[in-house]
Nanobody, 119 residues
Framework: QVQLEESGGGLVQAGASLRLSCKAS????????LGWFRQAPGKEREFVAG????????FYGDSVKGRFTISRNNAKNTVYLQMNSLKPEDTAVYYC????????????WGQGTQVTVSS
């Protein structure tokens, strides 16, 4: 069982930046691909970004390409999501996920952190 805890959400204005962090309890952290997903009110949860086990490959949803960057530090059991040039449509609850499958899927979820971008 992998426990994930997100932090770093908040309220910002359009154009600002935020960095989300997600720390995992699992000692074998580097056995898992990691991802960030988000869910806005009334919408389905969507894939935002993913990173493979050694950090050598990253993947992004079309709506965030060029603005968001995912990275991981296996020594700290932590994955990050750097979000730049935020837009009001980025407003959502952001979830961290761990998986042994494709990073566009999830076997374990964090509890989520709210990101609100005002116009």
């Amino acid at each position: 069982q992998v426990q994930l805890e997100e932090s770093g959400g908040g309220l910002v204005q359009a154009g600002a930046s935020l960095r989300l962090s997600c720390k995992a309890s699992e000692r074998t952290f580097d056995n898992y691909g990691l991802g960030w997903f988000r869910q806005a009110p009334g919408k389905e949860r969507e894939f935002v970004a993913g990173i493979n086990r050694d950090g050598g490959n990253t993947f992004y949803g079309d709506s965030v390409k060029g603005r968001f960057t995912i990275s991981r530090n296996n020594a700290k059991n932590t994955v990050y999501l750097q979000m730049n040039s935020l837009k009001p449509e980025d407003t959502a609850v952001y979830y961290c996920a761990a998986t042994r499958r494709s990073v566009r899927t999830a076997d374990y979820w964090g509890q989520g952190t709210q990101v609100t971008v005002s116009s």
